[in-house]
Each structure stands twice: as structure tokens, then as C-alpha cells.
């Protein structure tokens, strides 16, 4: 999430804001891009990633769900 290795792309930076129904985005720089432009005025904005959480793990089971007998 912080990783300095993020791949730069308007879909991910401060300067860009999505246009609805499409896949390009509005750059404040550089008007109507394509979502995976890239600049050198890319800026990332952590708050655009798109993060999952984790499923919550069942621990419902016992040793007896585990057995072969």
C-alpha cells in the first residue's frame, strides 16, 4: 500500500479524477487521458487504490472434522 514501487498510472494520482462510463480519466494537467497514462507529473494518492480486505477465517471446525476414522 505504501510500497515505493508503485506503477505510475492517472488512475492513482492526485491530478487525475475518473469520468464516469469510461475508462479515462480528467487530468488536471493534460486533460482527457487514458486511465493507465503516465506522466512526469505523476503523483500518487494513496487514497485511490483500491484495497481488499482479507475473508475472515472460519474457525468453526474441530479435530473431529480432521479425522479419517
Not at 8 to 17: F, I, M, N, R
Not at 26 to 36: E, I
Amino acid at each position: 500500500m505504501y510500497a515505493k514501487d508503485i506503477e505510475p498510472k492517472c488512475a492513482l494520482c492526485q491530478h487525475g479524477e475518473p469520468i464516469p462510463d469510461t475508462l479515462d480519466m480528467l487530468c488536471k494537467k493534460y486533460g482527457v487521458v487514458p486511465y493507465n497514462h503516465s506522466c512526469k507529473k505523476f503523483k500518487y494518492d494513496i487514497f485511490k487504490k483500491k484495497v481488499r480486505r482479507r475473508a475472515p477465517v472460519d474457525t468453526g471446525y474441530s479435530a473431529e472434522d480432521f479425522s479419517i476414522d
